[in-house]
């Protein structure tokens, strides 16, 4: 089975600071993972994914996760925040095929002026 | 952009009710999907749908639940005797290619209470 946890169920930055939202996963098969965002009141829109390949991604709006296979993590950051980027956020894991994706608890990024 | 769209966007019902919630995927593509959110809580997985037949369910899809792709548009759910513990947001979802190589389109969700 495949999980992910999403460690902080509410993150607080100040405008201009380092976002960094953390997600550590458990797969017995190579993992995909990927992070979605979902802005209030809305469907969820994928930020960034990774399959194969580059180990740092990068995503919309100026995000990006690395992938770090020792750590089991696949943490998404961003250098500065914008008040835009107010929104709860997802980690999620596949495992290919047909089968949908397994998804974090979510953490709630607030921006504080 | 094409979007997926979903009606109603919000359902009241009563207990034992039967309800279905409807989702236009984009026009192209092949694999659909239902999650819900309960209130407070993660986005959970029900079901994915590909080439007219389920091709995965959660322990969540019981048989109180069932999909159906009834015209080549429409992708349905169907909950058939709701349940106070069905009150959640229900997300639908298309793809063009398998969910882990081809980004998930949501919809905006339907809100189902159920009192």
């Known amino acids: 089975a495949q999980s992910v946890t999403q460690l902080g169920s509410h993150v607080s930055v100040s405008e201009g600071a380092l976002v960094l939202l953390r997600c550590n996963y458990s797969?017995?098969?190579?993992?995909?993972l990927f992070w979605y965002v979902q802005y209030p009141n809305q469907g969820l829109q994928l930020l960034l994914k990774?399959?194969?390949?580059?180990?740092l991604v990068k995503g919309i709006n100026g995000f990006e996760a690395e992938f770090k296979k020792s750590e089991t993590s696949f943490h998404l950051t961003k250098p500065s925040a914008h008040m835009s980027d107010a929104a709860e956020y997802f980690c999620a894991i596949g495992r290919g095929g047909a089968d949908g994706l397994t998804f974090g608890k979510g953490t709630h990024l607030i921006i504080q002026p | 952009e094409p979007e997926v769209t979903q009606t109603p966007s919000h359902q009241v019902t009563q207990m034992g009710q039967e309800v279905i919630l409807r989702c236009v995927p984009i026009s192209n593509h092949l694999y659909f999907y239902w999650y819900r959110q309960i209130l407070g809580q993660k986005v959970e997985f029900l079901v994915s749908?590909?080439?007219?037949?389920?091709?995965?369910k959660s322990e969540i899809f019981d048989d109180q639940f069932s999909v159906e792709r009834p015209d080549g548009s429409n992708f349905t759910l169907k909950i058939r005797s709701t349940k106070l513990e069905d009150s959640a947001m229900y997300f639908c979802?298309?793809?063009?290619?398998?969910?882990?190589?081809?980004?998930?389109?949501f919809g905006n969700g339907t809100r189902l209470t159920v009192t």
């Open positions: 797969s017995s098969v190579p993992p995909y």
């Open positions: 979802a298309s793809s063009d290619r398998e969910a882990v190589n081809s980004p998930l389109h």
């Open positions: 990774y399959t194969t390949g580059a180990t």
């Open positions: 749908f590909y080439n007219n037949e389920i091709s995965e």
